[in-house]
């Protein structure tokens, strides 16, 4: 093995992969170490067969959850408000798709195929976020979409940016850049309805009433109900527990639901000088609990249009191998003549 000492600190571990590429880590003591000196691991390194498995596991959640999540807001692509607001949710919804493509590929220098993760998805035994399984009945959903649901998503994913898995950590770098902007976007759209008519500015309110709590459900249970958390945040996968994560978003939520003239809807929601955040009421976890077992509100509707997709797509994912098939076929043939005519 070339490389013996663990880099310092992750700010030098990009420059890691150029040596990774001839020298990955040959044995765990060395996996170990990197972690340890908070480094970088890439694909071809030694790893252990549990850090495999949980970050395959939460790769091809995330993935999962930005394929599904497309499906509550386009819901609205054909029935939004103006040709703007058209042509910017529809940007929107393909970002999301491009998410999900850049965290599949991360996901398979792990050695498992997008193909095998599509089907533990659609065999129920793989995850998505809870927060798809809710409905979009009013534009203003779209808004409070934007500025909750991606909101959650950036407070929880920048510190995915500085994850242990290398491709993991670049796939997010972009992926939080685009969610900024839409947070923005959603944020806009809510301003908007909140300084229209009465009319627009309740049903802003009651989309900000319907997501709020879901939102906050998104960075998942309890930290004392989360079995997960303890081996991630060993092999800094995660960087901050749930709880934590929850309390910065929502210390960060106060300030712009009051620019926006919106309430959000926790009469226990208030200002603790002594902790220097937020105290706020409890979540019902039990909601939680049965939309992770398929019975929210619009599970078994978002299951049966991820089956739809994905069956409607067959024939482009056949063209897709025979050209792929055809294309290798031509280079070898190409090769060939190339060494003919030069031997
Ligand atoms: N929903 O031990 P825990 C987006 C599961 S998409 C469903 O705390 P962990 C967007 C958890 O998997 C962004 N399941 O788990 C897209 C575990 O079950 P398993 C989505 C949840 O992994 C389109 C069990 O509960 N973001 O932004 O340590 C349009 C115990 O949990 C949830 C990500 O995927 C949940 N909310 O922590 C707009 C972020 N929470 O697997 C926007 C990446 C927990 O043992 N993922 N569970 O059967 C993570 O950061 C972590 O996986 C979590 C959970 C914080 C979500």
């Known amino acids: 093995m070339a490389r013996t000492t663990a880099p310092d600190a992750h700010n030098s571990l990009d420059a890691r992969s150029p040596v990774d590429a001839h020298s990955p880590l040959d044995n765990l003591d060395t996996f170990e170490a990197v972690i340890a000196a908070d480094g970088r691991i890439e694909p071809r390194d030694a790893m252990p067969d549990d850090y495999r498995r949980a970050l395959v596991r939460q790769m091809s959640q995330h993935a999962n959850s930005e394929i599904i999540g497309m499906q509550p807001e386009g819901n609205w692509i054909t029935r ?53 399984n809710y ?44 969610e900024s902007f839409h947070q923005r976007q959603g944020f806009e759209i ?41 081996k991630s945040m060993a092999w800094n996968i995660k960087r901050f527990s749930n709880d934590e994560l929850r309390q910065r978003f929502i210390d960060m939520l106060v300030p712009q639901a009051k620019a926006l003239g919106l309430t959000l809807p926790d009469p226990d929601l208030r200002w603790n000088a002594e902790r220097g955040h937020h105290d706020h009421g409890d979540l019902d976890w039990d909601e939680f609990a049965a939309v992770l077992r398929g019975e929210g509100q619009c599970n078994a509707q978002r299951m049966a249009h991820r089956q ?9 994912r056949e063209a897709a191998t025979a050209h792929a098939a055809r294309a290798a076929q031509s280079r070898k043939s190409q090769e060939a003549a190339t060494e003919e005519s030069a031997a």
């Open 135 to 178: 409905p979009t009945p009013t534009w203003a959903d779209i808004g409070a979409i934007g500025w909750l649901v991606d909101g959650a998503a950036i407070c929880n994913q920048v510190p995915l940016c500085r994850a242990s898995y290398g491709p993991y950590a670049r796939a997010m770098v972009r992926i939080c850049k685009e």
């Open 308 to 316: 739809a997709a994905f069956d409607e797509g067959a024939w482009v």
């Open 80 to 132: 939004a408000p103006s040709l703007a607001r058209k042509a910017i949710l529809m940007a929107k919804v393909q970002d999301e798709a491009g998410h999900g493509l850049y965290l599949y590929a991360a996901a398979e220098t792990l050695g498992t195929s997008r193909a095998e993760m599509t089907e533990a998805l659609l065999a129920g035994k793989a995850r998505y976020s809870s927060i798809f």
């Open 190 to 230: 809510l301003l908007t309805l909140s300084r229209g008519t009465d009319e627009q500015h309740e049903m802003a309110q009651q989309a900000v009433d319907r997501w709020y709590a879901p939102s906050l459900m998104m960075f998942g249970p309890p930290d004392a109900d989360s079995p997960n958390s303890a």
